[in-house]
C-alpha cells in the first residue's frame, strides 16, 4: 500500500505564484521527510527535508510545512519560477531505515 | 567528484531477454540503493546492498531480479526473462553511511530507463 500520500497530481501555477504540494502519512514511525526534486531525464535531488521536532524549514523560496498531529506535511514554493517547473516527490523514512518510501509526485509546471 | 554513475541510460530488450542495470556509486561511498519508478509512480525501493553483501532486499520481486555488489566493480541490478511489466526507470542510489543518516545522505543517479517490446 502507499505508505505516503501525495496531492495534487499535477499543479500549474503562474510565475511569481506560490506553489503547494501536500504530503499525508500514517506510520507514526517516520522521523525524516525530504522532498526530491527531478527534472525529465534525471534522478531525483534532494530538495530540503525536516524532521518532526520542527513545524517549519525554510530554505531560501522553499519552505517545509508539518503538521505532526495531522501527519501532513506540505512543499511551499515561493516566487515560483519557470525554472521550477519539475516534478516533485515527497518521501519519509524511519531512523534505522534502510530505504525511502515516496509519495506519487507531482507535475508542477510554471507559466510565464 | 562524480556523481551516482548508471549505464545504461536507455535500454530496449524483448521479452523474455535479460537485462543488466549497472550502478558505479560516489567515490567513497559503500552502501548502494535500487529503486524502481513506474510511469506516473513514485519510488519504489528494491534493495540495499553493501559490498560483497545484501542486507535488505525487501522490495525486490521474489522472480527473476537479483542484484549484486561485488568487492570491486558497479553494483549490478539483473533482470531475467524480462516481461513487459517491468518496463520502468530503475535508480541507483549510494550513501558513505548506514540507517536514517544513510536516508539523509541517499545520492541518485540518473536512472536506467528500460522499455520491454
Known amino acids: 500500500q502507499q505508505q505516503v500520500k501525495q496531492s495534487p497530481q499535477s499543479l500549474i501555477v503562474q510565475k511569481g505564484g506560490i506553489s503547494i504540494i501536500n504530503c499525508a502519512y500514517e506510520n507514526t514511525a517516520f522521523d525524516y521527510f525530504p522532498w526530491y526534486q527531478q527534472f525529465p531525464g534525471k534522478g531525483p535531488a534532494l530538495l530540503i527535508a525536516?524532521?518532526?521536532?520542527?513545524s517549519e524549514k525554510k530554505e531560501g523560496r522553499f519552505t517545509i510545512s508539518f503538521n505532526k498531529s495531522a501527519k501532513q506535511f506540505s512543499l511551499h514554493i515561493m516566487d515560483s519560477q519557470p525554472g521550477d517547473s519539475a516534478t516533485y516527490f515527497c518521501a519519509a523514512s524511519t531512523s534505522g531505515a534502510n530505504n525511502l518510501f515516496f509519495g506519487t509526485g507531482t507535475r508542477l509546471t510554471v507559466i510565464p | 567528484n562524480a556523481g551516482v554513475m548508471q549505464n545504461p541510460r536507455h535500454l530496449v530488450r524483448r521479452r523474455g531477454q535479460e537485462a543488466r542495470l549497472r550502478c558505479s556509486p560516489m567515490?567513497?561511498?559503500?552502501?548502494v540503493y535500487w529503486y524502481r519508478q513506474l510511469p506516473e509512480e513514485g519510488l519504489k525501493f528494491m534493495v540495499y546492498l553493501q559490498k560483497e553483501n545484501i542486507i535488505d532486499e525487501s522490495g525486490m520481486p521474489k522472480e527473476r531480479f537479483s542484484a549484486e555488489f561485488p568487492k570491486e566493480g558497479p553494483s549490478i541490478l539483473r533482470i531475467q526473462q524480462v516481461v513487459r511489466g517491468d518496463s520502468a526507470a530503475y535508480f541507483c542510489?549510494?550513501?558513505?553511511?548506514?540507517?536514517?543518516?544513510?536516508?539523509?545522505?541517499?545520492?541518485f543517479g540518473p536512472g536506467t530507463r528500460l522499455l520491454v517490446l
Open positions: 542510489a549510494s550513501s558513505p553511511v548506514v540507517g536514517l543518516a544513510g536516508a539523509e545522505t541517499q545520492y
Open positions: 525536516i524532521r518532526p521536532d520542527v
Open positions: 567515490k567513497g561511498h559503500s552502501h
